[in-house]
């Protein structure tokens, strides 16, 4: 498991987030984004997995491609990607404490977490969750 505690120099690039881009991952970059995502998620009735990620992480970047094929595999859920820099107040109401942490969100409250990059223990979890969330004839 890794965490990240520096944080970025000067002279690095802020804001561009090519490692947590694609698939069905929504990168979330204002408060007002988070909150329109997650009543979204709650009139749809999708889950959220809510990955706090930095830019200059680490082990953000060797879970991010995961994540990302999570997303893909996963059309029901809903991916949300938070830069801890770019939106500190949304990691102090969540209690980020390391980079990365995966939230589960059920109708915006928290249902389960992953602190640090453990490939395994995330889609553990996530199978768990889609798992519990189809209907009975459906599985």
């Known amino acids: ?4 505690f520096s944080s970025t120099k000067d ?3 802020p804001a561009c987030h090519p490692h947590f881009t694609g698939g ?3 990168v979330i970059t204002t408060k007002d984004a988070w909150n329109q995502k997650l009543s979204e998620a709650k009139t749809q009735s999708k889950i959220v997995i809510a990955n706090f990620s930095a ?3 680490g082990p953000c970047k060797s879970i991010s491609t995961l ?3 999570l997303s893909e595999k996963h059309p029901s859920l809903m991916f949300l990607t938070i830069d801890v820099d770019e939106l500190p107040e949304l990691s102090t109401q969540w209690d980020v404490k390391a980079t990365p942490t995966f939230f589960f969100l059920k109708d915006g409250q928290q249902i389960d977490k992953v602190v640090g990059a453990n490939k395994p223990e995330l889609q553990e979890k996530l199978t768990a969750i889609v798992d ?4 009975g004839d459906q599985k």
């Open 1 to 4: 498991m890794g965490l990240c």
């Open 11 to 13: 002279d690095e690039e």
């Open 24 to 26: 069905k991952v929504t």
């Open 55 to 57: 830019s200059w992480c």
């Open 67 to 69: 994540y990302i094929e």
């Open 132 to 135: 519990s969330n189809v209907p």
